[in-house]
């Protein structure tokens, strides 16, 4: 029950503590803290529909589902810089605190790579799942980085300058990346970063088709086109064929939502 719960903002590594994660059959390590207001059942099934093969690369991550997290700059001695800033995370929702909450923390626990994620302040299970999936996408490109098959894959989209991009981070990489090509030297790192964006983005949508029933179109953005449905279904098949979903989900994508 929500009132039994402590009111006071919490450190991260109490969090662990209490949360006691544990292991989705696909080997992800995962918690619930405080009042969220998510469904248990609701919780594994999203946990579980990352496929075995992403979710054996982030065997050093850790999510916690929390109300809020929330990022503070701890303040230094008179006259003195800001110190670094720290997370902490809310057992309760308050609008007050939403105010100061993110919809992630990234906090290194030991040799653990901790994701906080604030629950209360996604408003639905798209947003929950979206906000997951993208950590998780960006989890692996860390860990494992990206495939080549879909570097090439994406480079050659952008060579024939096929319409929009997947996230603001990957339509300006992959602009300047394209602008340096063709002044005849390619900036590597744009064109590196523009891979790792896409990927994390295809993997993040990717598992979203597989938790949940959406739009292509709800994912659009004002600051930049969203990529062209036939140039997201060449990333999500490829995708789908490198990391098959775990049993009981299914990919498909459909150009037209069934009546």
């Known amino acids: 029950m929500a009132e039994s719960i402590p009111t006071s903002l919490v450190l991260p590594d109490q969090v662990a503590r209490e949360a006691m994660p544990r292991r989705s059959p696909n080997g992800i390590a995962f918690a619930s803290f405080g009042d969220t207001r998510i469904e248990v059942q609701d919780l594994e099934r999203l946990v579980q529909a990352v496929p075995d093969g992403i979710a054996k690369a982030l065997n050093r991550s850790a999510y916690f589902f929390v109300p809020l997290a929330i990022c503070r700059t701890r303040a230094g001695a008179a006259g003195a810089r800001p110190e670094e800033d720290e997370t902490l995370v809310a057992p309760l929702y308050t609008s007050e605190l939403s105010e100061q909450a993110t919809c992630h923390r990234n906090v290194l626990l030991g040799e653990t790579d901790a994701v906080f994620i604030s629950a209360r302040l996604l408003s639905d299970r798209f947003a929950l799942s979206f906000e997951f999936f993208i950590n998780v996408g960006h989890g692996f490109v860390d860990a494992a980085g990206v495939p080549q098959a879909f570097s090439d894959l994406v480079w050659r989209q952008a060579e024939v300058d096929l319409r929009g991009e997947t996230s603001q981070d990957a339509w300006e990489n992959r602009d300047r990346a394209r602008q340096s090509a063709g002044e005849g030297e390619i900036d590597e790192k744009a064109r590196t970063a523009f891979f790792e964006a896409a990927f994390a983005d295809a993997v993040a949508i990717y ?15 004002r600051e930049y086109p969203l990529l062209a449905p036939q140039g997201l279904a060449e990333r999500l098949r490829l995708v789908a064929s490198l990391f098959p979903p775990n049993p009981g989900y299914d990919f498909a994508i459909r150009y037209r939502r069934r009546t």
């Not at 598992?207 to 953005?221: G, K």
């Open 207 to 221: 598992l979203l088709s597989l938790a949940v029933d959406f739009d292509y179109a709800e994912l659009r953005e």
